[in-house]
């Protein structure tokens, strides 16, 4: 199975933002990563990307992959947008898949979002937040933006809570490698 990172606007203390940006709970950069011995498979999922494809987790397998959640209103998620892109251009398409999870906004607002920051991992669309909550038992993408790394076997790695920096996921994603080498 695929590794999959999320990334959202989290706060642990689950306080809501302020002013035009709300309904969303804002990260405190946390990381976590599980051990090898203690990970457990991620729920497998489908759904439609913004380009009309489909973005099915099983089918990454043997990759580690890297799924972010976001929204265009979000405020911490612009600031990371760039980071990720730098990232996953800098990354090992053969061993490594990012996918965005679009989430709470129009299909509009996430192409905009997407054309603005020059993204060009796929961005699957999730306005229900439905694949977070297939996560809960495991690392559950608690805030906005999560990112959430599932391991090449397909099993839930890591975690970061909050907006993210291209060292702190890059440091986290070759973790998730050495540990499944």
């Known amino acids: ?3 999959v990172l999320i990334s959202g606007c989290s706060d642990a203390k689950n306080t809501a933002s302020a002013g035009s940006e709300t309904n969303f709970v804002a990260g405190d ?3 976590e990563v599980v051990a090898v011995e203690k990970r457990v498979p991620a729920p497998d999922f489908t759904l439609p990307t913004l380009s009309g494809a489909d973005f099915t987790l099983s089918k990454q397998l043997g990759k580690v992959v890297v799924m972010n959640v976001w929204a265009s209103w979000c405020a911490p998620c612009r600031a990371e947008a760039p980071a990720l892109q730098d990232v996953w251009k800098k990354s090992d398409q053969k061993k490594v898949q990012f996918v965005g999870l ?3 906004d129009s299909d509009a607002a996430a192409q905009n979002f997407v054309d603005r920051y020059g993204i060009s991992y796929p961005q699957a669309i999730d306005p229900e937040a439905r694949v977070q909550l ?3 038992d495991t690392l559950p993408a608690q805030a906005i933006p999560s990112t959430l790394i599932v391991d090449a076997k397909g099993n839930v790695a890591a975690r970061i809570l909050g907006a993210t920096t291209e060292a702190a996921l890059r440091s986290v994603i070759d973790d998730v ?3 499944t080498a």
């Open 134 to 136: 297939l996560f809960r």
């Open 1 to 3: 199975m695929t590794s």
């Open 177 to 179: 490698q050495k540990s």
């Open 102 to 104: 679009d989430t709470r």
């Open 29 to 31: 950069g946390s990381i």
